[in-house]
């Protein structure tokens, strides 16, 4: 009789494979859109999205400006198209950022127990105590206008999220039958990670960075629409509104688009983080 490899590793099922649900890849999709647009549009459409034109402004959509333009003469899409790099890249890094630090400290904490655990804990609580908007804004303040500053708030804010959800996770996989069967078979720390708790745990990462993503994407636009974060003349979603909206009665169509980007870009990363069924 051949053993499965799932039976000699300790459990006697064998691991299902997982399909991504139809909202899922909806939004993996849009994702991947976004994404491709942000990279390759700019050098594409090859505008500035700084350049200025006071002869034409809040001009509608024209085969030199296929978006129109604003109330500077500056070309709309290369405007867009410049708002998603700088917000996909601050909502990346923020989640890498957030998430390496965040994970490992979590399984750490499941892992060692004792006071290890109780230290942690107490740390992510006393950085839940403080707001993270205000956290945000603190930094924002110290360095206005500056990117790094609310990179580094975002990041500071989300690594709670990845640190609870890991060290619990983590918790209930380390104590199944399992891996107490790996742990007798000998096998090493590494050995017990990848078998066991990254599988476990790493569907719900994803989710969870996910929603951080779109956490991330949109804190930039609301501190850039109340003057707080990115300033102009830098090309950002939240800063455009902010720029448009005295001339929304004149052209509506043109303060809509910022808007349009930021709610299909929050859609796309709550649907990417739905979740996956099994055959």
């Not at 999709?29 to 994404?35: F, H, K, Q, R, S």
């Not at 809040?58 to 500077?72: Q, R, V, W």
Request: with cysteine.
């Amino acid at each position: 009789m051949t053993n499965h490899p799932d039976m000699i590793m300790g459990t006697s099922q064998p691991v299902a494979r997982v399909r991504l649900s139809p909202s899922r890849m909806l939004g993996l999709g849009l994702m991947a859109l976004l994404a491709i647009a942000a990279i390759g549009g700019p050098a594409l459409i090859g505008g500035d999205p700084a350049k200025q034109s006071l002869l034409h402004t809040l001009e509608g959509p024209s085969p030199a400006h296929p978006l129109g333009t604003d109330n500077l003469g500056r070309d709309m899409a290369s405007r867009l198209l410049s708002g998603a790099q700088l917000s996909l890249s601050l909502a990346f890094l923020s989640v890498i950022t957030a998430g390496l630090p965040g994970t490992v400290l979590g399984v750490a904490a499941a892992w060692f127990g004792g006071w290890p655990d109780r230290v942690l804990g107490a740390f992510a609580d006393a950085v839940l105590a403080l707001p993270g908007l205000l956290l945000v804004l603190m930094l924002a303040a110290i360095s206005p206008g500056s990117w790094w500053a609310l990179y580094a708030g975002i990041s500071l804010t989300l690594w709670v999220e990845y640190f609870r959800y890991t060290r619990q996770r983590a918790r209930i996989v380390l104590a199944e039958p399992a891996v107490e069967a790996s742990r007798l078979l000998g096998l090493g720390p590494w050995l017990l990670i990848r078998r066991h708790l990254i599988p476990e745990i790493g569907p719900g990462l994803l989710t969870v960075a996910a929603f951080g993503a779109a956490t991330a994407v949109t804190a930039v636009a609301a501190l850039g629409f109340v003057s707080v974060g990115i300033r102009p003349p830098t090309a950002e979603w939240g800063v455009m509104m902010t720029e448009l909206l005295p001339y929304w009665r004149e052209a509506p169509f043109l303060i809509l688009q910022p808007v349009a980007c930021l709610v299909l870009t929050v859609l796309a990363l709550h649907l990417s983080a739905g979740g996956a069924r099994r055959p």
